[in-house]
């Protein structure tokens, strides 16, 4: 389900793409000669191949098959590894969440840290930095732990920040951990991503939950397409408001004429609210599969915002706070940018030697 998706996303983006560079003919000319070299080859060639040989091409595919079923077990294997990694990793979390919600102040010995002398700041982090500065000075009273730690990490990451709508933040200034947590052997594969909340004003929950369901087996309709265990599917978990706190809701007014008298009223209507805190209640995969365009859209993001805390924030959730790990981020972005805007290219960008150009959408579901 999740390649499906990221399939369609990756043609939406190609779409794009294409847009783009039906503007600049230059590039249209060295893509057409690209696809020239490229398109009939292969099928032609299976095709004039006598019969006795296509049969034992047909071997090789069995065996192709074996090999992916043979890599199924092997990430299976690696799901256990990083299960048994994980509670290595755990007590040290568990120290850098004491730290954050200040149940432990560390010592002088554990805060020393020789500052890199080559990191340079940028001006943006600068300007930050000094914002930062300025704020603190007005707060009168010491601080506790590392304030509002993970919503500035959810702030620095563009792909959660996109979900965070202005009344999530005072809520998200109660989130004091997130964990993974791995299923347990001889369960079906899932990871499940825990937010943990101190006593808040907001919902009587101590911790929401995301369970994102995996599968490490290849299909047996397209065996080749295998390229390790996919999301195929998430569930989120009930939210227990307090009365009017519900941030996922918001009440609209609706005028309503009676039909027979003509006369106006006004009611009031919930609707949904954008609000991060949807996470957890993402859209029903149907058991027929079929899901409408909105839906799909939002678990391809869904999918890849899992995938990202688990592998990427979770493990190193300090670099994305100091915006050490965003850095590399938008050094990517940033020579895109330069590609995208470099019109005299003496050469077509060789874009198979480019490290940046993997789309990377295969990485999302594993
Ligand atoms: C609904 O969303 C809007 C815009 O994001 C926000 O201003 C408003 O406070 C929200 N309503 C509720 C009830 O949370
Ligand atoms: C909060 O709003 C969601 C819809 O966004 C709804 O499903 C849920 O029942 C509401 N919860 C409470 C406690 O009102």
């Not at 294997?77 to 290595?88: N, Q």
């Not at 000094?130 to 919503?151: A, T």
């Not at 265990?229 to 408001?241: F, V, Y």
Request: charge should be negative; glycine fraction near 4%.
């Amino acid at each position: 389900r999740c390649r499906f998706l990221l399939e369609e996303l990756a043609v939406s983006q190609a779409r794009q793409l294409t847009v783009q560079m039906m503007q600049n003919p230059q590039v249209l000319a060295a893509l057409q000669e690209r696809l020239d070299g490229l398109v009939g080859s292969p099928s032609g060639y299976m095709e004039s191949l006598p019969k006795v040989v296509k049969r034992r091409v047909n071997a090789l595919k069995n065996l192709q098959v074996k090999c992916a079923q043979i890599e199924a077990k092997f990430y299976e294997e690696v799901h256990e590894l990083e299960r048994k990694y994980a509670a290595l990793y755990q007590p040290l979390f568990d120290k850098r969440s004491d730290i954050i919600k200040a149940a432990y102040e560390p010592t002088d010995e554990e805060c020393e840290w020789k500052a890199d002398e080559e990191e340079k700041l940028t001006e943006e982090m600068k300007e930050k930095a000094k914002v930062e500065e300025e704020k603190k000075d007005e707060e009168k009273e010491d601080p506790k732990g590392i304030p509002e730690f993970w919503l500035t990490v959810f702030k620095n990451v563009d792909l959660l920040s996109e979900m965070l709508q202005e009344h999530d933040e005072p809520i998200l200034k109660h989130l004091q951990d997130i964990k993974v947590k791995f299923s347990d052997p001889g369960q079906p594969m899932s990871f499940t991503l825990e937010f943990y909340f101190e006593p808040n004003d907001f919902f009587a929950n101590q911790v929401l939950t995301k369970t994102y369901k995996m599968r490490s087996e290849p299909d047996e309709a397209d065996p080749f397409s295998f390229d390790g265990p996919e999301i195929m599917g998430c569930t989120g978990c009930q939210i227990d408001w307090t009365k009017g706190k519900n941030v996922t809701l918001k009440t609209i007014k609706k005028k309503q004429k009676h039909k027979g008298r003509g006369t106006v009223r006004t009611i009031t209507k919930t609707v949904p609210n954008d609000s991060f805190f949807n996470f957890f209640s993402p859209p029903e995969v149907p058991e027929n599969g079929e899901l409408d365009e909105d839906s799909e859209a939002i678990l391809a993001a869904d999918f890849e915002i899992g995938h990202f805390l688990r592998e990427r924030i979770i493990p190193r959730a300090v670099l994305y706070f100091t915006g050490e790990a965003i850095e590399d981020d938008d050094d990517d972005y940033d020579e895109e940018g330069e590609e995208a805007d470099d019109e005299e290219g003496e050469e077509e960008a060789d874009e198979e030697n480019d490290p940046d150009y993997d789309p990377k959408a295969s990485d999302l579901c594993q």
